[in-house]
């Protein structure tokens, strides 16, 4: 499966997210792209099988203001049949924790995406085991849902 996962990263957490993605990824046999979202071209994404994007939130529940630009080219974009998933990092401290995986959700949806049901949110970095092992899940379980059940290649 031919896989894109982007993302965009201020203190590293989101980044970490997307190697420990793309690690299990690349376990079960995938072709993967790990991009920072500020240097793709959005038409590309067309191209793959299954696109993962994160962002971390920004302010009061926004997209990180690096990735304006690709949303709004994004928005015009056709990519119905594309298998989607979203995620990302935020903090607790704010009202709106992860807003903008939700709106990372919304936009792939208005898209044509099919985005998987579940949304991957870590508090801060995926430090513990527990959340890097919730990271692993994540895309194993998108993986398993893209293929339409076919079993994981890896151990």
């Known amino acids: 499966m031919k896989t894109f996962i982007g993302y ?13 993605l ?18 793709v071209d959005v038409h590309a994404l067309k191209d793959y099988d299954c696109i993962f ?3 971390y939130t920004w302010g009061d529940g926004d997209l990180p203001y690096e990735v304006e630009e ?9 990519l119905e ?17 992860c807003m903008a995986v939700d709106i990372i959700e919304t936009t792939l949806q208005e898209q044509g995406c099919d985005v998987y049901k579940d949304k991957l949110k870590i508090e801060l970095s995926p430090e513990s085991d527990k959340e ?3 990271c692993r899940q994540f895309a194993k379980s998108v993986y398993q849902w893209a293929n339409k059940g076919e079993k994981l290649t890896y151990v």
């Open 8 to 20: 965009v990263s201020m203190s590293g957490n989101t980044e970490d997210m997307a190697n420990i």
């Open 22 to 39: 793309k690690e299990t990824l690349l376990q079960s046999g995938c072709e993967v792209d790990l991009l920072n979202l500020e240097t």
């Open 53 to 55: 994007l994160g962002a």
């Open 70 to 78: 690709f949303f709004e080219e994004l928005r015009h974009l056709n």
């Open 81 to 97: 049949g594309v298998k989607a998933a979203c995620f990302g990092s935020g903090d607790t401290l704010y009202p709106k924790f």
């Open 132 to 134: 890097v092992d919730e």
